[in-house]
């Protein structure tokens, strides 16, 4: 089993930036690729940025140069840090990784890209 819990959503305005970060449970954290999906209002699920167990990283055209997905094995967590902030950035964003041919994701935080 693997629990994957998100922080550091909220409101901000355009242009501005915000940090997310997904704690994963488990000793074998360093071993899984993660993923950060999100889905805004209306649309289907995206995934917006891949990081893998040697830290390759792949992002969505709609967000290359303005995210930056990373990881720290040391606290079991992935980060997405996202600057540049638009209002179609606006969604719900949830971490994923697949362990073992089962999916795993976080309950979700709310980013909301507003003036």
């Known amino acids: 089993q693997v629990q994957l819990v998100e922080s550091g959503g909220g409101l901000v305005q355009p242009g501005g930036s915000l940090r997310l970060s997904c704690a994963a449970s488990?000793?074998?954290?360093?071993?899984?690729?993660m993923d950060w999906y999100r889905q805004g209002p209306g649309k289907q699920r995206e995934l917006v940025a891949t990081?893998?167990?040697?830290?390759?990283?792949n992002y969505a055209d709609s967000v290359k140069g303005r995210f930056t997905i990373s990881r720290d094995n040391a606290k079991n967590t992935v980060y997405l840090q996202m600057d540049s902030l638009k209002p179609e950035d606006t969604a719900v964003y949830s971490c994923?990784?697949?362990?073992?041919?089962?999916?795993?994701w976080g309950q979700g935080t709310q980013v909301t890209v507003s003036s």
């Open positions: 994923h990784t697949f362990w073992r041919l089962r999916n795993y």
């Open positions: 488990g000793s074998r954290f360093s071993i899984y690729a």
């Open positions: 990081i893998t167990n040697s830290d390759s990283t």
